[in-house]
């Protein structure tokens, strides 16, 4: 029996959204190599509804610190490492279930990026990991205690109009994959101090999509 037949089907949606040293717009959007030529970051995700089979994942949230020099999307980056923390609230069950999604081991986007992508993994923790959008999209957050903050608001000007937000369709290298609209922010904090990661900043590129995954295949 191959393992597509025996890994459980499984669909995630919610929100993802990213914080990094990039200027604005994040080159990255663009399939476009960093802005400094290297890039760190926060990398978050709210699962709103989901499942591994059986398993249910409403509502938990993972968060991810990366680095890499180099572009991505051209694979043509270098020094590639990432930390992996998981939502406490979450069961066995279910930490077992989002660590084979999010490791890429059962198919889907995950798989494809981390293949892209295959960083270094420096360590992985359960905490306390609060997320929260807003429903219209003026401000995203994500928080760790004493280790990640991450927050940002949405990119307005003065021949924006109210309320309306800044942004792109048919990115061309989109962190959740094709089909995907993006939403421009501003990082007002962004912050870490964990497994080697260590920045704090403000001001920088921060970008907004929300994501629909499924797998095996």
Sequence with gaps: MTE???????HLTGDWFDVCKCAIPC??????????????????????EGNFGDV????????????????????????????????????DEQRAALGAIFGGEVGGWPAELGEMFHPEMRGMDV?????E?????????????????????ALTGPTAADGARVQLHNAPGAEVGPGQVATWGRATVDRADAFGFSW??????????????SGPD
């Excluded at 429903?135 to 608001?153: K, M, Q, Y």
């Excluded at 704090?200 to 995954?213: A, H, I, M, N």
Aim: charged share 25%.
């Design 4 to 10: 597509q037949a025996t890994t459980p089907r499984w």
């Design 27 to 48: 080159p990255c959007t663009f399939a476009q190599p960093p802005t400094y030529g290297d890039c760190e970051g926060v990398l978050a995700w709210h699962i709103r």
């Design 56 to 91: 249910r994942l409403d509502d938990l949230n993972v968060l991810m610190l990366g680095s890499f020099e180099g572009n991505i999307w051209a694979r043509e980056h270098t020094n590639a490492y990432a930390a992996i923390f998981l939502d406490e609230r979450a069961d």
């Design 127 to 131: 905490v306390p990991l609060h997320m």
């Design 133 to 153: 959008v807003d429903e219209d999209l003026a401000t995203w957050r994500a928080e760790i205690p004493g280790r990640v903050t991450a927050t940002a608001e």
């Design 200 to 213: 704090e900043r403000s001001g920088k590129s921060s970008k907004y999509f929300p994501f629909d995954w």
